[in-house]
Nanobody, 127 residues
Framework: QVQLVESGGGLVQAGGSLRLSCGAS????????MGWFRQAPGKEREFVAV????????YYADSMKGRFSISRDNAKNTVYLQMNRLKPEDTAVYYC????????????????????WGQGTQVTVSS
């Protein structure tokens, strides 16, 4: 059974940092993109960042560049999202997801292209 389990969310003051983790199990994700998305109340799910598990290449939404960093630990089968200089508008439920890597990356921002999802972890940034 494939499982993606997020952890590390919480309440933090503006300007602070959090590191989210996504533990992956149930299959090998070597040929997958691992993405982070977020969804705030009343808003659509939004792409945050993605990493290619095999080669480690990364891609970020423009508003996250320079503040967020995605990485993976092959030995632990875990993907991380380091979030720095957090803002109140970063408040959302953050989801980890996996999409098959077809050799092209044009679709990585589209949540409908992802096959597996975690349950989400709440991040709240107070002003």
């Amino acid at each position: 059974q494939v499982q993606l389990v997020e952890s590390g969310g919480g309440l933090v003051q503006a300007g602070g940092s959090l590191r989210l983790s996504c533990g992956a199990s149930g299959r090998t994700f070597y040929s997958y993109f691992m993405g982070w998305f977020r969804q705030a109340p009343g808003k659509e799910r939004e792409f945050v960042a993605v990493i290619s598990w095999s080669v480690g290449s990364t891609y970020y939404a423009d508003s996250m560049k320079g503040r967020f960093s995605i990485s993976r630990d092959n030995a632990k089968n875990t993907v991380y999202l380091q979030m720095n200089r957090l803002k109140p508008e970063d408040t959302a439920v953050y989801y980890c997801a996996a999409a098959r890597n077809t050799g092209s990356s044009w679709y990585v921002e589209d949540p409908s292209r992802y096959d597996y999802w975690g349950q989400g972890t709440q991040v709240t940034v107070s002003s």
